[in-house]
């Protein structure tokens, strides 16, 4: 079975640009989740959803983020305009989340290296 | 507040020198406890899952054990393969997300 997409596997843009970036969770899993990693802070969460629906989005750094989840299948992560602090490995991952106590195993895709110039 | 502290930063080993990297963390209600590894330009690879304090999972030279404090991974007789950052995540009660440490870089040396 095919793991969590993600695409670019790399990208490199000029401050002020829009970027997006991509993901496709492992078929038949309901829960998606965007990190960012960086060496200064390790791994973390900017937002994740539940059913397509997003549930917590507190980690998202300021209004120049947004991420969408149009369909079980796909989900974007937006950055408009980038700036160069911006520059980092986005990570998609998801997992199946079977009811409300369920544990959270999730499954990583290979990443996004975001350079912004 | 909540936290999660991985240690020590970085490890160096000789092959066959068995160790032992540390989890503490402070949240809570824990509901699980996770092991994942992470090589050079990939995404982690999910290890092991703690449910419950005395808990222990095995995976060849890999073995986590859980406490109500802290997690320890133990690797016996490493090889160079096990050369990666180990990272230690907690899911708290009646959540769905994990909250990642900043992980321990092994490096095995031949």
């Known amino acids: 079975d095919a793991g969590v997409i993600q695409s670019p596997r790399h990208e490199v843009t000029e401050m002020g640009q829009e970027v997006t970036l991509r993901c496709k969770p492992i078929s038949g899993h309901n829960s998606l989740f965007w990190y960012r990693q960086t060496m200064m802070r390790g791994l973390e969460l900017l937002i994740y959803?539940?059913?397509?629906?997003?549930?917590?989005d507190s980690g998202m750094p300021e209004d120049r983020f947004s991420a969408k989840m149009p369909n079980a299948s796909f989900s974007t992560l937006k950055i408009q305009p980038s700036e160069p602090r911006d520059s980092a490995v986005y990570f998609c991952?998801?997992?199946?989340?079977?009811?409300?106590?369920?544990?959270?195993?999730?499954?990583f895709g290979p990443g996004t290296r975001l350079t912004v110039l | 507040e909540d936290q999660v502290t991985q240690s020590p930063e970085a490890l160096r080993l000789q092959e066959g020198e068995s160790s032992s990297l540390n989890c503490s963390y402070t949240?809570?209600?824990?509901?699980?406890l996770f092991w994942y590894r992470q090589d050079p330009g990939k995404g982690p690879e999910f290890l092991f899952t703690l449910y419950s304090a005395g808990e222990e999972k095995e995976k060849e030279r890999l073995k986590a054990t859980l406490t109500k404090k802290e997690s320890f991974l133990h690797i016996t007789a490493p090889k160079p393969e096990d050369s990666a950052t180990y990272l230690c995540a907690v899911q708290k009660t009646g959540a769905n997300n994990l909250f990642f440490g900043t992980g321990t870089r092994l490096t095995v040396i031949p």
């Open positions: 959803f539940n059913n397509n629906v997003p549930i917590d």
């Open positions: 991952a998801s997992s199946l989340r079977v009811r409300l106590a369920s544990y959270n195993e999730q499954f």
């Open positions: 949240v809570s209600g824990l509901r699980g």
